[in-house]
């Protein structure tokens, strides 16, 4: 066997070990296979064989990857997870109009989505596939193709794009702010402060930005915009929120500045695009049609509230 064929394992053999080590039984694997338990015991024996390497760890009840076996697994699961995305553009005639994109929960769902019709009747050879992530991750093993981010542009092996800066200010439900005594920022230290989880020192920034010392007390704390957004509607307090998240409450009238200077923040939207990436023709149309819609929609979301 020469050695690019020893390289190359059968796939109905890497289909039968991705079952074993997913599911832990070859039983178990052999029905979500139909085959044969035989079958599939021949198939990573087969495996075993042309690598010279056992891949599990068998006893009379239980059967577990080996240390080799956990290493492989996860490649293996990578890259069969890359064959089905291929088989898919195949049969779909669009192999290369996919985009596998990141978005972050709140920016996605608020100001990205609504736009993004707008982007499928100009690229109709282009299917977007969307997932959710917050943070840093490995474009490679999740096999994605770009990110919207919030953060500073310093992605390792990757360009970060500047989408739009973001300007937070405190913000309060009308019947909030009517039934108390609030007419400067000082008064705000007096009152219950929604904390946002991803941000927990934006509002000792916000205050040190009125020149002024931020309270201690506790607040509630939320993981999302949207959430915030709702309990500071809900009368449970003052939120500090970014106002390009908030426009439409704060277009009908259902959130209101608290008095204060708004303030930008440090960090700011990013699209950000692995290095090996950057000629891949989804990416650079979605790129282009994305900066048009900052500069046109979204340049005046990013000013002060008046």
Known sequence: MNVQRRLLPNISALAAFEAVARLGSFTAAAQELDLTQ???????????????????ERDSRNVRLSGAGEIYADAVR?????????????????????????????FGTRWLMPLIPDFVESNPDITINFVTRVGRFDFTRERLDAAIHYGLPDWP???STLLVREVVAPVVSPEFLAGRHIVAPADIGRLPLLHMATRPGAWTEWFEHQGLSAPTGPGMQFEQFGTAAQACMAGLGVALLPQILISGELQRGQLVP????????????????????????????FR???????????????????
């Open 258 to 285: 608290a008095p204060g200077r708004p303030m930008q923040s440090r960090s700011a939207y990013y699209l950000v695009v692995p290095h090996d990436k950057r000629s891949h023709p989804p990416v650079a149309s």
């Open 38 to 56: 035989g079958a599939v015991s021949r198939q990573i024996r087969l495996l075993e064989d042309q690598f010279g390497r056992r891949l599990f």
């Open 157 to 159: 092996d990757a360009d």
């Open 78 to 106: 990578s890259a069969l997870g890359q064959l089905r995305d291929a088989a898919l553009g195949l049969m779909s005639n669009r192999h290369s109009g996919i985009l596998n994109l990141a978005i972050l929960p709140t």
């Open 288 to 306: 282009d049609w994305l900066l048009t819609h900052v500069d046109t929609s979204a340049a005046w979301l990013a000013q002060p509230p008046k």
